[in-house]
């Protein structure tokens, strides 16, 4: 489980370029949708084993110590926080040491191992979607109750809702276990998933969400698990997986495209992480120092992952705390 989490890791730097870009104006909050790409800690309140609760997570946050988050210190969403003038990092909805006075301009309702698909989320028994937009309706009434009326609705549609997700439908759900793959060829497969991110995205429309990002899956083919299982291929990226990436990524691009027509006054972006992450992997030299030899060297000594996260994690959160500030 660890270390198909801590892949994303690689994610941090590239979805950040695409957002801070796009949001020159004016932000109230950072609302958080999806999984362990994005989760700031829930999971550690939820009867699950999906957690990034253990050393070395976190070493390098504030204090050294996992916060939840799978990543060595911060993940995406802080770095975008505090690149639009928000606080450093976002903290989890279901942490009980913050309240709404902090959720007020960023909350996080993002649960590692989560999906899109409802079965995603029942495999390691973490928050399913629907379940983190039940939590945000609950955090509306909370921040009208805080606010008031009328500047919780100001905050809510200035707010900038952020949505990473896809990965674990295909990886944890669809190619693991026999249930969606006798119902749905994989291509079949991605257009229900893309059906529901239109329902999703829709559902937060009529919450009162006008601007979004809806991110991309990675090149999944290429994730320390699925290269370390990649026996016969000597550990190459699992070229398949990364086709069905580019292929629902193209989809996805079509829904926010659509979604943007059909909705006035929405403004959803698709934040695209699959080229500038593989880009990383085979050309790892324009990133910094041997960022992907360590990480290989590593699955071809039959290590784990953690071996490859204690590799890098000094170098990559050096390296996306700058480009955060450079960009
Ligand atoms: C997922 O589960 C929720 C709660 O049971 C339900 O309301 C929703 O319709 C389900 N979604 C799908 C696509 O089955």
Known sequence: MAYLHISWLCLIQTVL???????????SAVVVFGDSSVDS???????TIARGNFEPYGRDFQGGQPTGRFSNGR???DFISEAVGLKPTIPAYLDPTYSISDFASGVCFASAGTG???ATSDVLGVIPLWKEVEYFKEY???LKAYVGDEKAKEILSEALYLISIGTNDFLENYYTLPQRQSQFT???YQDFLIGLAGNFVKDLYDLGARKMSLTGVPPMGCLPLER????LEGHACVEGYNNVALEFNGKLKGLVAKLNMEFPGLEVVFADAYDLLLEMITKPSLYGKNLWHACTSRIRDGKSGMLWYREIRDEFSMRSQKSIYMS
């Open 116 to 118: 899109y698909d409802n």
């Open 17 to 27: 370029v695409v957002l801070v870009d796009k949001s020159e104006a004016k932000i």
């Open 228 to 231: 370390t299982t990649n026996i």
């Open 41 to 47: 800690g829930n999971n550690n309140f939820i009867p």
């Open 186 to 188: 994989v291509t079949q």
């Open 140 to 142: 509306q009434n909370k």
């Open 75 to 77: 993940i995406p969403p």
